[in-house]
């Protein structure tokens, strides 16, 4: 069966250090990937997608990138923090030809 | 622009009674409707879904209407226990958008299952 893997749960970082965040499927073969957001009180945001290796798609301006080195690893990158940035963030991955997105457990980032 | 609307941020039901979650879409190319159950600090679960075509889709408990014509689907959860308290998102998708398949989110609902 799939499963995927997102790390770290929880981050504390400051203003102005780097990010990076990793999730891994396994199970599966060519997933789309998918970075979501969701700040407090919101909805989730659709940050990156990625429907193949080195394919990245950016959905909304901001400070942070995405990059998919591996089939089934999609990792989320900042060089430099805000402290907007703070939030929940969520991989999610999705079998090619299905309308279903699976997500991970998240990471509650705190940018301080 | 909120495309996919949940206009209840939250909503008490008594173990036992139905719990009837609302969403409405704006877009109307908008074929494909999910909705997701999130508790606290994990991700979201998907629950079921529903396409365009049909206006009805049910699996075990949990029955979503779809009236295309109000743009606007409903979760019905029959009957509703404690274990149900959670944050339900509704979301839609596009075959316009291709092989992305991207999904729009809403706000979500705040469902508390009462004893």
């Known amino acids: 069966s799939q499963t995927i893997h997102q790390w770290p749960a929880t981050l504390v970082q400051p203003v102005g250090s780097p990010l990076s965040l990793e999730c891994t499927v396994e199970?599966?073969?060519?997933?789309?990937l998918y970075w979501y957001r969701q700040a407090a009180g919101r909805g989730l945001q659709l940050l990156f997608y990625?429907?193949?290796?080195?394919?990245i798609s950016s959905e909304v301006p901001q400070n942070l990138s995405a990059s998919r080195p591996q089939d089934r690893q999609f990792i989320l990158s900042s060089k430099k923090l805000l402290l907007s940035d703070s939030g929940f963030y969520l991989c999610?991955?999705?079998?090619?030809?299905?309308?279903?997105?699976?997500f991970g457990a998240g990471t509650r980032l705190s940018v301080l | 622009d909120q495309q996919v609307k949940q206009n209840s941020p939250s909503l008490s039901v008594q173990e036992g009674r139905i719990s009837i979650l609302n969403c409405d879409y704006t877009?109307?190319?908008?074929?494909?409707f999910l909705w997701y159950k999130k508790y606290p600090a994990e991700g979201p679960t998907f629950l079921i879904s529903?396409?365009?075509?049909?206006d009805k889709n049910e699996d075990g408990r949990f029955t979503v209407f779809l009236n295309k014509s109000a743009k606007h689907l409903s979760l019905h959860i029959v009957p509703s226990q404690p274990g149900d308290s959670a944050v339900y998102f509704c979301?839609?998708?596009?075959?316009?958008?291709?092989?992305?398949?991207?999904?729009?989110f809403g706000t979500g609902t705040r469902l508390q299952v009462t004893l």
């Open positions: 999610a991955w999705r079998e090619q030809g299905s309308n279903i997105q699976y």
């Open positions: 199970g599966t073969s060519n997933p789309n």
């Open positions: 990625s429907v193949g290796i080195g394919q």
């Open positions: 877009n109307s190319m908008f074929d494909y």
């Open positions: 529903i396409s365009s075509i049909k």
């Open positions: 979301a839609a998708s596009s075959s316009l958008t291709g092989t992305a398949s991207k999904l729009t």
